[in-house]
């Protein structure tokens, strides 16, 4: 089931913020200064974000274990600074 209103896209599994969706149609249809704005909007919405806040804003399940994150913080330090 999908439902659109003004400022958000609302799937049965997800919330979509519009930035998101309109990137895919930008890219889509080609429109490269469109999707250019677009990804700079996304980059700034996660920008000094955690990753546990990253993942609510844009409804993603961590399916990683604690072993695995762990694992993963620890061979990428330098972005976790």
């Known amino acids: 089931m999908l439902i659109s ?3 958000i896209l609302i799937s049965s599994d997800s919330i979509t913020p519009p930035s ?3 990137s ?3 890219s889509y ?3 490269k200064s469109l999707l250019d704005l ?3 909007t996304v980059a700034d919405m996660i920008k000094g974000k955690s990753p546990e806040e990253i993942r609510k804003i844009f ?3 961590n399916d990683f274990t604690p072993e695995e ?3 993963i913080r620890r061979e990428n330090e330098w972005a976790f600074q």
């Open 59 to 61: 409804n993603i399940k």
């Open 69 to 71: 994150e762990k694992e």
């Open 24 to 26: 895919w149609a930008a």
């Open 38 to 40: 677009l990804c700079q």
């Open 29 to 31: 249809l080609d429109f």
């Open 5 to 7: 209103r003004p400022g």
């Open 20 to 22: 998101l969706t309109s």
